[in-house]
């Protein structure tokens, strides 16, 4: 076995209206399109969003055409199997995406939702050797109900054609792997019946890498889409008999740099200090993209600031293709830096403060594992649309392990959990 799995390429984008952007993004493609010829991959999977844009100009459309081309030419035995992302959709007016234009050209093999030999949505599948392929199209909120008809499908087809390494790609989020959470989120319980009959799921979407199981596994995007990317892992992978390796290309560098303001009393002193801590910044590969961001209690008004001053200053030390200056004012004790999450996923950022907001209260100190165990379990059950009464079950056998534990060690416990203890333990989860 010898694959690529991609996704996310967003072809088009010319992020902050840069025509270098622009080229970013062909040259990510052209990087992991040439990988796979000199790795003589048997085939290449693009999760969805190729492109940025449902209605691509000529340029944008030239970019995918000539790395398709190149790759039929080099490589003509390796084929592309793409199913269409949201940003790959066609406008209902037009009739065609331009995935279905590729797949007309013979550039790549689009698989597409289809009814056929008794199946209703699975019936355009790839028939390899040893593999089989599924494609599902980005859904949005129609995705988690459709779950348990594609596995069925999935199984039935399966059983009628043999037993083979079954891959499906599909396009949509995983709950808990953003550091906020979004619309359309998919929670793993719900893919269940799908890892009955799946052995690869080939995911999209998202544009950080992350996997689930040995069995779910999503690359990320290859170029950075979004500052609030920076620093997490993303790329493709190069899937072998060994197992999944994520390959990061090199690509547009990317500085996010970050200075506490708290104690800065005047705006001389800010500049002073911003100089300071670029000097303290290793030199970077030519034209990065550098955002300077400065947090913390602001002790002067913002109007006093000159912006321009401190871009000049990024300017002289990085010699940057576009920089840009954020200032996030907050004199919230809750407020987490982005040093302390950058890499870590949405659940562990709830760990992490839920366990700060149990522990400000010393009755609890002692107890912080259980009952943050318990707020993210009644966080998901509410998610989940679980009963009020469920809900209230599950806290009050926290509340009895609680009490019988601290009464075991002498300590008194509050005696009406439904008027104290449980509007805690939710007022905390509010708070978070």
Not at 13 to 23: C, K, N, S
Not at 363 to 378: A, H, L, P, Q
Not at 395 to 416: D, H, I, M, P, Y
Request: glycine share 6%; with cysteine.
């Amino acid at each position: 076995m010898n694959f690529i799995h991609a996704s996310d390429f967003h072809l088009g984008y010319a992020q902050y209206g840069l025509p270098e952007r622009f080229l970013d993004y062909a040259r990510a493609f052209q990087k992991a399109i040439h990988y796979a010829i000199e790795h003589r991959a048997e085939f290449i999977l693009i999760s969805g969003d190729l492109f940025h844009k449902r209605n691509i100009n000529a340029p944008t459309y030239e970019q995918a055409y000539k790395v398709l081309a190149e790759l039929k030419a080099k490589s003509p035995s390796t084929q592309v199997f793409a199913i269409e992302g949201n940003h790959d959709l066609a406008f209902y007016q037009d009739g065609k995406s331009w995935l279905e234009i590729l797949n007309s050209q013979g550039l790549l093999r689009l698989i597409r939702l289809k009814e056929a030999n008794g199946v209703k949505l699975m019936g355009d599948y790839v028939e390899l050797d040893s593999v089989r392929i599924f494609g599902v199209r980005y859904l949005g909120s129609n995705t988690v109900s459709t779950f348990p008809q594609i596995a069925e499908e999935i199984k039935k087809i399966n059983a009628a054609n043999g037993e083979k390494f079954t891959i499906l790609m599909m396009h949509f989020g995983m709950a808990g792997q953003m550091r906020q959470e979004a619309p359309g989120e998919i929670h793993y319980n719900s893919l269940l019946p799908l890892k009955e009959t799946v052995n690869y799921l080939a995911l999209g979407h998202y544009h950080m890498q992350y996997e689930l199981d040995g069995w779910l596994f999503n690359p990320g995007s290859i170029e950075m889409t979004a500052m609030n990317e920076y620093g997490l892992p993303k790329g493709f992978y190069h899937i072998r008999d060994s197992g999944a390796k994520l390959i990061t290309p090199i690509t547009r560098p990317v500085r996010r740099i970050k200075l506490d303001i708290s104690s800065i009393d005047t705006p001389d002193e800010l500049y002073s200090n911003i100089d300071s801590r670029l000097d303290r910044e290793p030199s970077a590969p030519s034209d990065p993209l550098i955002e300077l961001l400065l947090y913390g209690n602001m002790n002067f008004p913002k109007s006093e600031i000159s912006i321009d001053r401190i871009k000049a200053m990024i300017a002289e030390k990085f010699k940057p293709l576009w920089s840009d200056v954020k200032i996030m004012n907050s004199s919230s004790q809750y407020t987490l830096n982005e040093g302390d999450v950058r890499g870590l996923t949405r659940e562990q950022i709830e760990l992490r403060v839920f366990s700060d907001r149990v522990k400000l209260d010393g009755r609890y100190r002692d107890s912080v594992d259980e009952i943050v165990k318990t707020m993210i379990e009644v966080k998901r059950m509410a998610a989940a649309g679980i009963d009020e009464n469920s809900i209230r079950k599950e806290l009050r056998w926290c509340f009895e392990k609680l009490r019988t534990s601290q009464a075991g060690e002498g300590k008194t416990f509050v005696k009406n959990p439904e008027q104290k203890t449980l509007t805690t333990l939710l007022s905390r989860m509010e708070d978070a």
